[in-house]
């Protein structure tokens, strides 16, 4: 199974809203409602932020909002802060009951 | 609240088997969720490895699944990893994580151990 792709990096503005697209195939993304969200400061685990699409965890901001539309599922992060610089990652269930992350995105606050 | 604390080796030789446990505690292994390995080697993204349920369900990354055992003891709650014939390309971070799906694996973990640093060289 290959990595998802996403794009290498993405920057913004604080107050600012980001995307971060995550794409797959028929056989991951497309194909179920089973996509979540990571956020990794460095030196540290990572943290859940979306699950099944678009579910937030409790205590997660609802700055951070998860779609999907086709084999391309996306992160929003809106009003972007300095905390929010971090590296990010996506995940999805595939046809073959495994797990695939994404290549991950370093998102840096200008 | 739930805690994991992966342990083992931190460097192990070319070819050798790679043996990490992850002590869980505040939850038992028993009751429920899937149980999985991640690991990103260094500047890198992160990989799945694998995961199990405490029924014996297991599934791993195809890429590895030729060198992969995840088990449990379930009287320590403790699950382990096991990946043989390892290269330098296996040399990680490795984190256990809690799936919290539920009975079925959907990768969505949302407890992680803090992650242990594993040098493959000689």
């Known amino acids: 199974q290959s990595a998802l792709t996403q794009p290498a990096s993405v920057s913004g503005s604080p107050g600012q809203s980001i995307t971060i697209s995550c794409t797959g195939t028929?056989?991951?993304?497309?194909?179920?409602?089973?996509v979540s969200w990571y956020q990794q400061h460095p030196g540290k685990a990572p943290k859940l932020m979306i699950y099944?699409?678009?579910n937030r965890p409790s205590g997660v901001s609802n700055r951070f909002s998860g779609s999907k539309s086709g084999n391309t599922a996306s992160l929003t992060i809106s009003g972007l802060q300095a905390e929010d610089e971090a590296d990010y990652y996506c995940?999805?269930?595939?046809?073959?009951?495994?797990?695939?992350f994404g290549t991950g995105t370093k998102v840096t606050v200008l | 609240q739930v805690q994991l604390q992966e342990s083992g080796p931190g460097l192990v030789k070319p070819s050798e088997t790679l043996s990490l446990t992850c002590t869980v505690s505040?939850?038992?292994?028993?009751?429920?969720?899937?149980w999985g390995w991640i690991r990103q080697p260094p500047g890198k993204g992160l990989e799945w490895i694998g995961s199990?349920?405490?029924?014996?369900?297991?599934y791993y990354n195809p890429s590895l699944k030729s060198r992969v055992t995840i088990s449990a003891d379930t009287s320590k709650n403790q699950f382990s990893l096991k990946l043989s014939s390892v290269t330098a390309a296996d040399t990680a971070v490795y984190y256990c994580?809690?799936?919290?799906?539920?009975?079925?694996?959907?990768?969505?973990?949302?407890?992680w151990g803090q992650g242990t640093l594993v040098t493959v060289s000689s």
């Open positions: 994580a809690r799936d919290a799906s539920g009975t079925l694996p959907r990768y969505y973990f949302d407890y």
């Open positions: 505040g939850y038992s292994i028993s009751s429920g969720y899937y």
């Open positions: 199990f349920y405490h029924t014996g369900s297991t």
């Open positions: 028929s056989s991951d993304v497309g194909g179920y409602n089973y």
């Open positions: 099944d699409v678009s």
């Open positions: 995940s999805s269930y595939t046809s073959s009951s495994t797990g695939v």
